[in-house]
């Protein structure tokens, strides 16, 4: 899952970046509005986080601009500003949701993984793939009923294959998933995960389309 962060209260982001990455996010931080726009066009997020008190043009005005283009976009609203009216200009200039500081970061990832549940093409927290079953609220994994402990980057593409299961997802596509600007990756780290996977699973859960990526089938016994 990418997000974008856009706080310009330096020692904030960063303890929302590390505390964000360490829940298995892909996090990119800007300081500004228009550090904003720009990278949302250079390569879409999955989800926003947006603070309003910025230093160029405020949240709201990016929201709006963001929404010009693009309606379906989750954005969370962050504000040090606890009051209604914010909420209701947020909420009007379409804000998925809505966070007034300070706010506990138990309750921001609650936030977030409301609007991840919305992203999802599943609808239930439970995807069962196979002997696979993944469940997104309690993080767990199953495999013939029996529980499985994996690293965080395993979780999360197995995560990003499962809800994409049926699709080719690419190798860009699951490094942008599973890694933060600037976070040293090796050229092979999708292999690497895949290949830890596939000895958890097995070699057939996890096909490879060459030179693409990487594939479940939804259909699978
Ligand atoms: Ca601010």
Not at 23 to 34: D, I, P, Q, S
Not at 83 to 92: I, P, Q
Not at 113 to 123: I, M, Y
Request: proline share 3%; hydrophobic share 40%.
């Amino acid at each position: 899952m990418q997000l974008l962060l856009v706080e310009d209260d330096l020692p904030l982001a960063s303890s929302l970046r590390q505390a964000l990455q360490k829940t298995g996010y892909a996090v990119n931080h800007v300081g500004t509005g228009n550090s904003a726009l720009h990278a949302v066009k250079v390569e879409r997020p999955d989800i926003v986080v947006l603070d309003i008190g910025l230093p160029d043009i405020d949240g709201i005005a990016v929201l709006k601009k963001l929404r010009a283009t693009d309606k379906t976009l989750p954005v969370l609203l962050l504000t040090a500003r606890d009051s209604v009216d914010d909420k209701v200009v947020g909420l009007d200039s379409g804000a998925d949701d809505y966070l007034a500081k300070p706010f506990e970061m138990t309750e921001l990832f609650a936030r977030l993984r409301v609007l991840e549940r919305r992203l999802s093409t599943v609808k239930t927290s439970e995807i069962t793939i196979g002997q696979v079953c993944l469940d997104t609220v309690d993080q767990r994994v199953t495999f013939h009923g029996q529980e499985l402990e994996l690293a965080r980057k395993e979780y999360m593409l197995l995560k990003s294959l499962m809800e994409n299961a049926g699709r080719v997802m690419t190798r860009p596509t699951l490094e942008n998933r599973l890694y933060s600007w600037g976070e040293e990756v090796s050229s092979n780290a999708v292999e690497v995960h895949i290949h830890h996977l596939r000895k958890k699973f097995g070699n057939d859960f996890i096909k490879t389309i060459r030179g693409v990526g990487y594939k479940l089938d939804a259909a699978q016994v």
